[in-house]
């Protein structure tokens, strides 16, 4: 589920030495990361924002670590990255935020089940749903051994986690309603308005049945 602060933790950004000072002097620059990922509906969102357009920037597609080790060496002229590499280059000193994601409808993150396993195992799938639920309740109450788990876990070091921790929020899960179907659909369309997928996706097809996904869900997160 998302709140006001979703987002804080996901950013477009340049080094601290870049001559980009906002946001809307990104048009024509080289821009970093993942195609086709959650990184690049924030970035097709962010620009839309300010009236520009994927082909108004340069994609440049690389796997996270790799740049995250070129951007702190400075070779990287803007990245979109998220905690925990943003918390360590922002411990280093090497990164300056142009905009982060907040109000932009991040797609999320999403468990899925091989259909026929689903089918089978209703009463499997809704506990799970319900201790997952449960978890992001703890968490958001523990906040300080939620730190301590990342750091053992993980292997953050405190600092790190520290900051990773004031950005993240424990706001519970979030079923599979109409309304989130919907911003789903809403995704996927646009994925094929720009040509980031090939064809025009129905996301009804990979979904189950509603009468399912009302028997595993708590009431509560069907929001």
């Avoid at 703890?138 to 730190?147: C, G, L, P, S």
């Avoid at 520290?162 to 309304?179: H, W």
């Avoid at 090939?198 to 009804?204: A, D, L, T, V």
Wanted: hydrophobic share 40%.
């Amino acid at each position: 589920q998302r709140t006001p602060t979703t987002g804080r933790s996901s950013v477009i950004a340049v080094p601290p030495e870049s001559p980009l000072k906002k946001f809307e002097e990104i048009k024509g620059q080289e821009v970093y990361f993942q195609k086709g990922s959650a990184s690049h509906y924030f970035m097709l969102r962010a620009l839309q924002s300010i009236g520009l357009s994927i082909n108004d920037i340069k994609i440049k597609s690389i796997p996270t670590i790799e740049a995250r080790s070129a951007f702190l060496e400075g070779r990287i002229p803007v990245w979109m990255t998220g905690d925990p590499h943003y918390a360590i280059a922002e411990k280093m000193g090497r990164i300056r935020v142009l905009r982060d994601s907040v109000g932009l409808d991040s797609p999320g993150g999403y468990y899925i089940a091989d259909r026929k396993f689903a089918e089978e195992n209703t009463g499997l799938l809704k506990i799970l749903i319900e201790e997952l639920h449960a978890l992001d309740k703890w968490a958001e109450a523990n906040r300080d051994e939620v730190k301590k788990l990342m750091i053992t876990e993980q292997k953050l070091d405190e600092e790190v986690a520290a900051r990773v921790m004031s950005r993240r929020t424990f706001a519970g899960r979030r079923g599979l309603s109409p309304e989130l179907i919907a911003e789903q659909q809403r995704v996927a369309d646009l994925f094929f308005q720009v040509g980031v997928i090939p064809k025009k996706i129905n996301i009804q097809e990979a979904l189950l049945s509603p009468s399912l996904y009302a028997a595993i869900t708590p009431p509560e997160i069907m929001v």
